[in-house]
Nanobody, 121 residues
Framework: QVQLMESGGGLVHSGDSLRLSCVVS????????MSWYRQVPGKGPELVAT???????QYSDSIVGRFAISRDNAKKAAYLQMNNLEPADTATYSC???????????????WGKGTQVTVSS
């Protein structure tokens, strides 16, 4: 079973930066598509960014230009660099690993438990 562990959240002020990390226990990491989601109480999860197994990236319009997703296949980890944080970025951030090689064409999703990011004004 694949396990994901996020870290790097915390309490910061507007304009500050944070770097979130997601370490994955999968035997084979390079095939995975990695995504970061965020969720606030009472709302559904919002897709923030995705980095595909070929290195291409996609971003939500709400964070484009401020956040950057990356991955290190050797370390089996994905990262989310968050710059110029705003109070509206306050949420629980979770990473998701999508394995496209399992039960094609559906694949399999595995989730971490999340890390809290709180941005004060």
């Amino acid at each position: 079973q694949v396990q994901l562990m996020e870290s790097g959240g915390g309490l910061v002020h507007s304009g500050d930066s944070l770097r979130l990390s997601c370490v994955v226990s999968a035997k084979v990491f390079h095939v995975l598509h990695m995504s970061w989601y965020r969720q606030v109480p009472g709302k559904g999860p919002e897709l923030v960014a995705t980095i595909f197994n070929d290195g291409t990236t996609q971003y939500s319009d709400s964070i484009v230009g401020r956040f950057a997703i990356s991955r290190d296949n050797a370390k089996k980890a994905a990262y989310l660099q968050m710059n110029n944080l705003e109070p509206a970025d306050t949420a629980t951030y979770s990473c998701k690993a999508h394995d496209p090689t399992v039960t094609p064409p559906y694949g399999r999703d595995d989730w971490g438990k999340g890390t809290q990011v709180t941005v004060s004004s």
